[in-house]
């Protein structure tokens, strides 16, 4: 599941402007109430931004030391221990990793962002029946913007978990949100061939080609497919296209 790509100098430089009077203890707005100091809620959330966009950039002692403070000044900021539940991650500290992703949960047990990125972990440490019962949960949010993408990452994670019948569904469910779901499409095109049926499985890959063109894995699949068909010509066809003979 991916990395952001790096910020600006100048978006970064915003967001360390937005905590300048943070880090220099300045005065704050006055309302007709008389002067309102930041509570430690708001505090925490820019430094929750402050260390996030430290992360985006890879610079992870700066992130840690953001995102720690964000943590003194408001222990229960959900976003603040899923950044360093991801600092940790990318450092391979996956312990510690898992620690502040399950901390981040207890704060915000509705946040389907965090719980997609602790699946992602589970993933990653092989303990595939977690990472599926977490994206499981996930996918009940019917307002998560990604949910293609998280149905799509379910059936992955169930083919990892050798249930091939539940990653079909997934990856069916996943092409009902978004029928140009490339992933979905490439995944129960293999499915179907090992499971013999290759007419089902060349629609499917030759809606991959057109939503996602061309690349090895997928015409290795062609290739395949058409040889089980008996085509020797396109089979060969589609072994030329990846250099081979």
């Known amino acids: 599941m991916t990395h952001p790509s790096r910020p600006s100098s100048i978006r970064s430089l915003s967001i360390a402007m937005g905590v300048v009077c943070l880090l220099g203890g300045c005065a ?11 509570s ?16 985006a950039e890879n610079n992870l002692p ?8 964000a943590i003194d000044l408001d222990p229960g900021d959900g976003g603040a221990l899923e950044g360093l539940a991801l600092l940790y991650q990318r450092q391979q500290e996956l312990d510690q990793a898992d620690h502040f992703f399950q901390q981040a949960l207890k704060a915000e047990p509705d946040a389907t962002r965090i719980r997609n990125n602790y699946a992602a972990l589970l993933y990653q440490r092989g303990e595939y029946a977690k990472a599926c019962d977490q994206l499981n949960v996930a996918s009940q949010d019917i307002t998560y913007t990604n949910r293609a993408q998280l149905f799509a990452n379910l059936g992955q994670c169930q083919i990892a ?6 990653a079909r569904r997934y990856y069916e469910r996943a092409l009902d ?9 490439l995944a129960l095109a293999r499915i179907d061939h090992t499971q013999g049926n290759n007419e089902r499985a060349w629609e499917r890959l030759q809606r991959y080609f057109t939503v996602a063109g061309t690349d090895a894995e997928s015409l290795h699949l062609a290739s395949d497919i058409a040889s089980a068909q008996g085509d020797s010509t396109r ?3 589609y072994r030329r ?3 081979g003979s």
């Open 161 to 166: 978990n050798g249930d091939e019948t539940a």
């Open 177 to 185: 949100i978004d029928p140009r779901n490339a992933r979905s499409l």
């Open 40 to 55: 430690p809620e708001d505090a925490a959330a820019a430094y929750t931004r402050l260390g996030k966009a430290y992360l």
């Open 241 to 243: 296209q990846l250099g």
């Open 62 to 69: 700066r992130a840690q030391q953001a995102l720690e403070h």
């Open 235 to 237: 089979a060969a066809f």
């Open 28 to 38: 704050t707005a006055v309302s007709s109430n008389g002067p309102k100091q930041d």
